[in-house]
């Protein structure tokens, strides 16, 4: 069966410029996560989506960083005026839902902000 | 602060020897344990994980080795092969936090043939 999906798989925008990225989740999975992975850093959590619960934005690292999820299903991550900082690969995950459930990842996008 | 702890950083091995990566972690609430694989281009793939109620899981040539009272635990993989050559990360997870998983920073594997 499908996968989870993301789309741009690239995106090079200039510094100031906002982003949009999209996550396609597994369908019938009622978890979403967004990771982030920047060179020799590991995966970073950000933000984590559980069916009509209000999301667990802990791991976001400014508000310039947002997200949501429509309809339980597509989610999109939003990042205004970025910086170089911001270059990384943003990673989306899908689950059945919560603890000790098995995450899978989507292939990623990678952002270079010039 | 990094609440997973790995290493090493890189790790290169001849084939059909043994590679072993090492976690390490403090907080005490942390009950699933789950080692993910990443091959260049992709997004990390979960290859096994365990629960600290046993000290050893095993799957084909990936075993998990838990110390409880350590708080370390790793992945051993017998007869490496080329094909094994990824990034691995270990991870942990605990109830409360509901399925965020806090991961290690990585380590490269190079398996020679």
């Known amino acids: 069966g499908a996968g989870v999906s993301q789309s741009p798989s690239n995106k090079v925008t200039e510094k100031g410029k906002d982003v949009e990225l999209r996550c396609d989740p597994i369908s019938g999975h009622t978890a979403l996560y967004w990771y982030r992975q920047s060179l020799g850093q590991g995966l970073e959590f950000l933000i984590y989506?559980?069916?009509?619960?209000?999301?667990?934005k802990s791991g976001l690292p400014s508000d310039r960083f947002s997200a949501e999820r429509t309809g339980g299903s597509v989610s999109t991550l939003t990042i205004q005026r970025t910086q170089q900082e911001d270059s990384a690969v943003y990673l989306c995950?899908?689950?059945?839902?919560?603890?000790?459930?098995?995450?899978?990842f989507g292939p990623g996008t990678r952002l270079l902000v010039l | 602060q990094q609440q997973v702890k790995q290493s090493p950083q890189s790790l290169i091995v001849q084939k059909g020897g043994i590679s072993i990566i090492n976690c390490a972690y403090e907080n005490t609430a942390f009950d699933y344990f789950p080692w993910y694989q990443q091959f260049p281009g992709k997004g990390p793939a979960l290859l096994i994980a365990?629960?600290?109620?046993?000290s050893e899981k095993k799957e084909g040539r990936f075993t998990i080795s838990f110390n409880k009272s350590a708080k370390q635990f790793s992945l051993h993989i017998m007869d490496s092969q080329p094909g094994d050559s990824a990034t691995y990360f270990c991870?942990?997870?605990?109830?409360?936090?509901?399925?965020?998983?806090?991961f290690g920073r990585g380590t490269q594997l190079t398996v020679w043939p």
């Open positions: 991870a942990a997870d605990r109830g409360s936090t509901l399925g965020r998983l806090y």
């Open positions: 995950a899908s689950s059945l839902g919560g603890h000790q459930e098995t995450q899978y």
């Open positions: 989506f559980q069916g009509n619960s209000a999301p667990d």
């Open positions: 365990i629960r600290p109620d046993v």
